[in-house]
């Protein structure tokens, strides 16, 4: 009898995609979830992977960052996409699931596998001393939470109150910008300036304040979420030259372009050590996601950004992960705890089963001393694995499924359409290589 076994904590899309990895490898699998006797704020059915907000698992199409991880998570036979095609609706070139419908048939076919034994019940500690997958979601229950912070430093433990938007580094037009850095304080090429002149900043004033902003659940409604992280919009309705005095200020440069101060500024910094992303820097927003591209893009140095990823506030507890998460999802310290689902640092429902299929899939290698595998950056699963434990990303957000994270190609493709095409057929030619 195999004697093989490992401990998953939470039954969401990150939970149900590790213990099916490890069964896969014939190791017994103890999934605990608390539900359906305790509940987060956000939860209310008792069945496994319940999709709390859109039904929605984004874009099919292979040549959309959505349509590609959900290929390469195909490759891992992924059982909630297992269960998507049983629970899909029409939803143009989206899949969408009658949510009931999904979360009834994960449940199912986890209840079923006879390796995997469901365990309702509330885990207020991670044992260290097994192999364990903590798939927590970002509205764990306060014991476990405690749990998580003493094991990883409360350094590492963040609450996800802000972020500001990424737009890819190739999308900025370098005709409306220039590289400086404040009072030419460190590398040249530290920051890239977006300028403003009197006339285009109070019209991006007037949009801005007129943008309309994302509804906030009842459970983000909290006094601490906002603390010492003002939305940019919250600040502009302040005065009209609040945010000149704040995120946009022009102080410290110059636009080579005119030899002037520019009226206001918008500086990005590097998201990445590639360079291939770029972040707004104070901009961390409610706006509506069709909003920030309207708006934001009347800089005239991103009317053409290609947005990686949209700024959000919400409660989220998650990982600061680089530094603490390897590339398979393990703690560097503790290489037997693996960490899946939002809370190591990624952003969405199919990148958190993602998560947990590369959490599983290396854990059940560890317990057979095999090595553990590396996908590279032209994958989006190895893009998004090698996000999370990248150590030259500051001020670590989580990040979601988009092209801007992968390996550029080494041909030069200006159609944005084919150039996508093009780097989901190399990713998929790589999957064709290896022996999964």
Same mark, same amino acid.
């Given at each position: 009898?195999?004697?093989?076994?490992?401990?998953?904590?939470?039954?969401?899309?990150?939970?149900?995609?590790?213990?099916?990895?490890?069964?896969?490898?014939?190791?017994?699998?103890?999934?605990?979830?608390?539900?359906?006797?305790?509940?987060?704020?956000?939860?209310?059915?008792?069945?496994?992977?319940?999709?709390?907000?859109?039904?929605?698992?984004?874009?099919?199409?292979?040549?959309? #960052?959505?349509?590609?991880?959900?290929?390469?998570?195909?490759?891992?036979?992924?059982?909630?996409? =297992?269960?998507?095609?049983?629970?899909?609706?029409? #939803?143009?070139?989206?899949?969408?699931?009658?949510?009931?419908?999904?979360?009834?048939?994960?449940?199912?076919?986890?209840?079923?596998?006879?390796?995997?034994?469901?365990?309702?019940?509330? $885990? +207020?500690?991670?044992? +260290?001393?097994?192999?364990?997958?903590?798939?927590?979601?970002?509205?764990?229950?306060?014991?476990?939470?405690?749990?998580?912070?003493?094991?990883?430093?409360?350094?590492?433990?963040?609450?996800?109150?802000?972020?500001?938007?990424?737009?890819?580094?190739?999308?900025?037009?370098?005709?409306? #910008?220039?590289?400086?850095?404040?009072?030419?304080?460190?590398?040249?090429?530290?920051?890239?300036?977006?300028?403003?002149? *009197?006339? @285009?900043?109070?019209?991006?004033?007037?949009? $801005?304040?007129?943008?309309?902003?994302?509804?906030?659940?009842?459970?983000?409604?909290?006094?601490?979420?906002?603390?010492?992280?003002?939305?940019?919009?919250?600040?502009?309705?302040?005065?009209?030259?609040?945010?000149?005095?704040?995120?946009?200020?022009?102080?410290?440069?110059?636009?080579?372009?005119?030899?002037?101060?520019?009226?206001?500024?918008?500086?990005?910094? *590097?998201?990445?050590?590639?360079?291939?992303?770029?972040?707004?820097?104070?901009?961390?927003?409610?706006?509506?996601?069709?909003?920030? =591209?309207?708006?934001?893009?009347?800089?005239?140095?991103?009317?053409?950004?290609?947005?990686?990823?949209?700024?959000?506030?919400?409660?989220?507890?998650?990982?600061?992960?680089?530094?603490?998460?390897?590339?398979?999802?393990?703690?560097?310290?503790?290489?037997?705890?693996?960490?899946?689902?939002?809370?190591?640092?990624?952003?969405?429902?199919?990148?958190?089963?993602?998560?947990?299929?590369?959490?599983?899939?290396?854990?059940?290698?560890?317990?057979?001393?095999?090595?553990?595998?590396?996908?590279?950056?032209?994958?989006?699963?190895?893009?998004?694995?090698?996000?999370?434990?990248?150590?030259?990303?500051?001020?670590?957000?989580?990040?979601?499924?988009?092209?801007?994270?992968?390996?550029?190609?080494?041909?030069?493709?200006?159609?944005?359409?084919?150039?996508? @095409?093009?780097?989901?057929?190399?990713?998929?030619?790589?999957? =064709?290589?290896?022996?999964?």
């Amino acid at each position: 009898m195999n004697d093989k076994r490992a401990v998953v904590i939470g039954g969401g899309l990150a939970g149900v995609e590790a213990a099916h990895q490890l069964s896969r490898r014939g190791i017994r699998v103890t999934l605990y979830e608390m539900k359906p006797h305790k509940f987060s704020p956000a939860h209310k059915s008792p069945k496994l992977a319940e999709l709390v907000c859109s039904n929605s698992l984004k874009a099919e199409r292979l040549g959309s #960052a959505a349509g590609l991880l959900k290929a390469e998570m195909r490759l891992f036979d992924s059982v909630c996409l =297992k269960a998507a095609d049983i629970a899909k609706v029409p #939803a143009g070139g989206a899949l969408a699931v009658d949510r009931d419908v999904f979360s009834d048939e994960v449940t199912r076919l986890i209840e079923e596998d006879e390796n995997i034994t469901l365990v309702h019940e509330e $885990l +207020t500690e991670i044992p +260290t001393d097994s192999t364990v997958i903590v798939a927590a979601g970002p509205l764990m229950s306060d014991s476990l939470a405690k749990s998580v912070a003493d094991l990883c430093g409360k350094d590492f433990l963040a609450f996800y109150d802000a972020a500001a938007p990424i737009v890819t580094a190739e999308s900025i037009d370098m005709e409306n #910008a220039f590289t400086q850095s404040r009072y030419d304080r460190g590398g040249e090429d530290d920051y890239i300036n977006c300028p403003l002149d *009197k006339a @285009q900043y109070e019209e991006f004033y007037e949009a $801005l304040i007129n943008a309309e902003s994302a509804e906030l659940h009842s459970f983000d409604k909290r006094k601490d979420v906002y603390e010492g992280c003002m939305p940019i919009e919250v600040l502009a309705s302040r005065g009209q030259d609040a945010m000149r005095y704040g995120p946009l200020k022009p102080v410290g440069l110059t636009n080579p372009k005119t030899g002037h101060r520019p009226w206001a500024n918008l500086q990005l910094r *590097k998201e990445n050590k590639d360079g291939t992303m770029y972040n707004l820097v104070g901009f961390q927003t409610n706006l509506k996601f069709p909003e920030q =591209k309207r708006v934001f893009s009347m800089f005239p140095a991103l009317k053409n950004a290609e947005f990686v990823r949209y700024g959000v506030m919400h409660r989220n507890t998650f990982l600061n992960s680089p530094g603490l998460l390897s590339y398979d999802f393990s703690m560097i310290k503790h290489p037997n705890i693996y960490f899946a689902g939002q809370i190591s640092g990624v952003e969405g429902y199919m990148e958190s089963a993602s998560s947990g299929i590369l959490a599983g899939y290396n854990a059940a290698r560890r317990i057979f001393g095999e090595e553990p595998i590396l996908l590279p950056k032209i994958t989006m699963m190895g893009a998004l694995s090698q996000y999370i434990s990248d150590e030259s990303v500051k001020n670590f957000q989580p990040m979601g499924a988009a092209f801007g994270i992968i390996d550029p190609l080494e041909e030069k493709i200006r159609d944005k359409k084919e150039r996508y @095409q093009a780097l989901a057929e190399r990713s998929m030619e790589y999957f =064709k290589s290896i022996d999964l």
